[in-house]
């Protein structure tokens, strides 16, 4: 099954609005990355988590470890934030590997 | 700011036919990875590596070997490509494996 399993899979947001977006864990995870895969392709790193918060500009995303979720903070979405964000996490059982979620497509209109 | 550069960017080939894909990164990294994402899967390692001359085994490995010749340069190689293996390819370097990874800017492969 699933072992880092993200919500929505596609969110349609107007400008100027807030969402979040989910990661869930089936195992507990030591460190989440988060991803923003834009048009061409690339990706863009969003976060580094261990447990915790962090924030930048209006994104802000957090890390438990005990409940075995993450989430990302779409604060006053604009155009430029639109595209799939994917979370990653190293998993206590899942050896050395960066295990991906399938990604969260973020359509952000006027 | 620390980069990893990837090419060809795309590549078309025939069933059959011999590829190689390049890394180079230039962070100062050990680490350094080879995923293929492709649609409904997220991204998936193939392989990995901490160092010259060492090579580890991911997640899908079937059909790649991977080579590291240097800290800086990691070669992902398809001897005999087939249609399955059509994807996007990306390499990522970090300092360590725990360590945050960051990501070229891939490169698209057809296998025809």
């Not at chain 1, 996490?89 to 295990?99: D, K, S, T």
């Not at chain 2, 990164?25 to 998936?44: A, E, V």
Request: hydrophobic share 30%.
């Amino acid at each position: 099954g699933d072992k880092v399993k993200q919500s929505p899979s596609a969110l349609s947001l107007q400008e100027g609005t807030n969402s979040a977006l989910r990661c869930n864990f089936s195992i507990a995870a030591t460190t989440v990355q988060w991803f923003l895969q834009n048009p061409r392709g690339s990706l863009i790193n969003l976060f580094y988590l261990v447990p915790g918060t962090k924030e930048n500009g209006r994104l802000k995303s957090a890390f438990d470890s005990k409940e075995s979720y993450s989430t990302l903070h779409i604060r006053d979405a604009q155009l430029e934030d639109s595209g799939t964000y994917f979370c990653a996490a190293r998993l206590y059982q899942g050896g050395r590997a960066l295990i991906f979620g399938t990604g969260t497509t973020v359509s952000v209109s006027p | 700011e620390a980069a990893v550069t990837q090419s060809p960017r795309n590549k078309v080939t025939v069933t059959g036919g011999n590829v190689t894909l390049s890394c180079r990164q230039t962070n100062s990294h050990n680490y350094m990875y080879w995923y293929r994402q492709d649609t409904g899967h997220g991204l998936r390692l193939i392989h990995y590596s901490y160092g010259a001359g060492n090579l580890q085994i991911g997640d899908v490995p079937d059909g790649y070997k991977a080579t590291r010749t240097t800290q800086e340069d990691f070669f992902l190689l398809l001897e005999l490509a087939s249609p399955s293996q059509t994807s996007l390819y990306f390499c990522a370097s970090s300092w360590d494996n725990y360590a945050e990874q960051f990501f070229g800017p891939g490169t698209r492969l057809t296998v025809l």
